[in-house]
């Protein structure tokens, strides 16, 4: 059968620039398609790149859709390379929402029974932002290391802990950019502090090993990202020896048939993570979280703060372009 394509650009601000070790990131652009098939059922997708973390750039992936010209099938879903593994996502979850007729409006799905962890900017300005995210209802924050001085960070780090209620839990997120020493450092402190869930790649992606090793050795948990940032990756580390936490951002991961398959193979401790896409991919990534997560961890999916604009208007004004 043969699905229409049509698909729009967006691009969303940020309140703020969001800082991290792979640098300062501005606007959230990406791409909305709609698959619509010949009795006029429709599914929306969305096509979130993130670059810098592995997927195809946001140009690659607006040329693969321009070459379909208006038209696509299944199997040409199939055959999307692992090379465009936001593609890959975005098509397949059009697909399933035409399948299973699901409804997606520009409202933003309730959370429900999921919890969710919320990002808290960098620097000496989480000192003064913590509290309007905890007034969200959030439980779980998560804060970037590895974008300043160690030594600034970890003084920034003992003044938070001190201010924050007992029932957060806080999730360090170092996007691959400590060195061996620096991470031994901020997991002394994280187990001495007694509120770290878990921080998040320490080391860069080709140090594996020292990862795996350190996870072994303090009582803070470690959780691989960058390190998995696509589902080839998932598996190697899997068959490398890793049995902890991991870190999925679905939206740039590949097929969602392909992750479905690898986290009930090998029972994979698994965290949902946001690349700040619209509500059109959480709602799909909401979809999974209840399907495959098992226990009640907060999702990574915290970040509707970050962005100027309202989401419901913001998709409202970009549907009418359709």
């Given at each position: 059968?043969?699905?229409?394509?049509?698909f729009?650009?967006y691009?969303?601000?940020?309140?703020?620039?969001?800082?991290?070790?792979?640098?300062?990131?501005?606007?959230?652009?990406?791409?909305?398609?709609r698959l619509?098939?010949?009795?006029?059922k429709?599914?929306?997708?969305?096509?979130?790149?993130?670059?810098?973390?592995?997927?195809?750039?946001?140009?690659?992936?607006?040329?693969?859709?321009?070459?379909?010209?208006?038209?696509?099938?299944?199997?040409?879903?199939?055959?999307?390379?692992?090379?465009?593994?936001?593609?890959?996502?975005?098509?397949?979850?059009?697909?399933?929402?035409?399948k299973?007729g699901?409804k997606?409006?520009?409202?933003?799905?309730?959370?429900?029974?999921?919890?969710?962890?919320?990002?808290?900017?960098?620097?000496?300005?989480?000192l003064q932002?913590?509290g309007?995210?905890?007034?969200?209802g959030?439980?779980?924050?998560?804060?970037?290391i590895?974008?300043?001085?160690?030594?600034?960070?970890?003084?920034?780090?003992?003044k938070?802990?001190?201010v924050?209620?007992?029932?957060?839990?806080?999730?360090?997120?170092?996007?691959g950019?400590?060195n061996?020493?620096?991470a031994?450092?901020?997991?002394?402190?994280?187990?001495?502090s007694?509120?770290?869930?878990?921080?998040?790649?320490?080391?860069?992606?080709?140090?594996?090993?020292f990862?795996?090793?350190?996870?072994?050795?303090?009582?803070?948990?470690?959780?691989?990202?960058?390190?998995?940032?696509?589902?080839?990756?998932?598996?190697?580390?899997?068959?490398?020896?890793?049995?902890?936490?991991?870190?999925?951002?679905?939206?740039?991961?590949?097929?969602?048939?392909?992750?479905?398959?690898?986290?009930?193979?090998?029972s994979?401790?698994?965290v949902?993570?946001?690349?700040?896409?619209?509500?059109?991919a959480?709602?799909?990534?909401?979809?999974?979280?209840?399907?495959?997560?098992?226990?009640?961890r907060?999702?990574?999916?915290?970040?509707?703060?970050?962005?100027?604009?309202d989401?419901?208007?913001?998709?409202?004004?970009?549907?009418?372009?359709?």
């Amino acid at each position: 059968m043969n699905y229409f394509v049509d698909f729009r650009l967006y691009s969303r601000p940020f309140i703020q620039p969001l800082q991290t070790y792979h640098g300062v990131w501005k606007t959230r652009e990406g791409i909305i398609i709609r698959l619509t098939d010949t009795t006029g059922k429709i599914g929306w997708g969305e096509i979130a790149p993130l670059p810098w973390f592995g997927s195809e750039s946001l140009s690659e992936a607006w040329l693969f859709c321009q070459g379909l010209k208006g038209l696509i099938t299944v199997e040409q879903v199939k055959l999307i390379p692992d090379s465009l593994p936001s593609c890959q996502f975005g098509f397949e979850s059009a697909l399933e929402g035409i399948k299973l007729g699901h409804k997606q409006t520009q409202k933003t799905i309730k959370k429900g029974g999921v919890y969710y962890s919320y990002l808290l900017p960098t620097g000496e300005k989480v000192l003064q932002e913590w509290g309007k995210v905890l007034e969200k209802g959030g439980t779980t924050f998560k804060w970037k290391i590895g974008v300043k001085n160690i030594i600034e960070e970890m003084r920034i780090f003992e003044k938070l802990i001190e201010v924050l209620p007992q029932r957060i839990k806080l999730r360090l997120d170092a996007n691959g950019g400590l060195n061996l020493e620096e991470a031994k450092l901020w997991l002394k402190l994280a187990d001495e502090s007694g509120i770290v869930e878990f921080v998040e790649q320490p080391l860069s992606p080709l140090k594996f090993d020292f990862m795996l090793k350190l996870s072994q050795e303090y009582t803070t948990p470690l959780a691989l990202d960058e390190s998995v940032s696509n589902l080839i990756q998932l598996e190697q580390c899997y068959q490398q020896g890793w049995r902890g936490i991991v870190i999925i951002k679905a939206a740039i991961a590949g097929f969602p048939t392909r992750l479905r398959q690898l986290v009930q193979n090998y029972s994979l401790d698994i965290v949902f993570s946001s690349v700040f896409e619209t509500s059109i991919a959480r709602n799909y990534i909401l979809g999974l979280t209840e399907e495959l997560v098992k226990g009640d961890r907060a999702m990574g999916l915290g970040v509707d703060h970050w962005f100027k604009d309202d989401e419901a208007d913001f998709l409202s004004n970009l549907w009418k372009n359709f």
